[in-house]
Every structure is written in structure tokens, then in C-alpha cells.
């Protein structure tokens, strides 16, 4: 996929699905990212669903690789995920 494309699909992707995105670069696990948004395991496998889709890959690593490439090719310095959200146990 050329370059622009691939900007193009990562700016199709929500705020959410980014930040979801930004933590599997990082090499965070679903649970661990669930943690993390406060949100369940679940709900992040159904992020990375819709990340795939839309950047047309099939595994994590490959879109891992699409957000390296989209933030090299901006110029900016390598973005860190955003500060963790602190999580209510209801249990």
C-alpha cells in the first residue's frame, strides 16, 4: 500500500481506535489495553476488528506497521499513548 493510502486509511480510524492502535505498537496485550481505556477485553478485540477492516491488514503486527509508517511519514516524533485511565472496580 502506497503511502498516502495508508494515511488515508489511518485517518479513517476513530480517536479510539487510534489509541487502541497506539497500545498494540507498544506491544500491550488486549487485557492489558482493556485495563488501560477502562474497557473490557471484548471491546478492544472489537476495535482491532474495525482497525484491520479499515486499514485492510490482517494481523497486529501489520498494523502496528501502518501507524509507525503514517506517524514517520507526518514527521512527528514517535507518539506515546495516551496516560492511563484510572478504573472503577465494581466487583
Keep these: ?3 498516502s493510502r495508508l494515511a488515508e486509511a ?6 479510539r481506535e487510534k489509541d487502541v492502535l497506539a497500545w498494540v505498537a507498544e506491544g500491550k496485550a488486549n487485557a492489558e489495553i482493556g485495563e488501560i481505556l477502562a ?3 471484548r471491546t478492544v478485540a472489537k476495535h482491532l476488528e474495525h482497525i484491520f477492516t479499515k486499514l485492510g491488514v490482517e494481523s497486529r503486527t501489520a498494523a502496528a506497521r501502518i501507524a509507525f509508517e503514517v506517524m514517520r ?3 512527528s516524533p514517535s507518539r506515546r499513548p495516551p496516560k492511563q485511565a484510572k ?5
Design 1 to 3: 500500500m502506497q503511502r
Design 10 to 15: 489511518y485517518a479513517r480510524l476513530t480517536r
Design 39 to 41: 474497557t473490557r477485553t
Design 73 to 75: 511519514t507526518r514527521g
Design 87 to 91: 478504573r472503577k472496580r465494581n466487583r
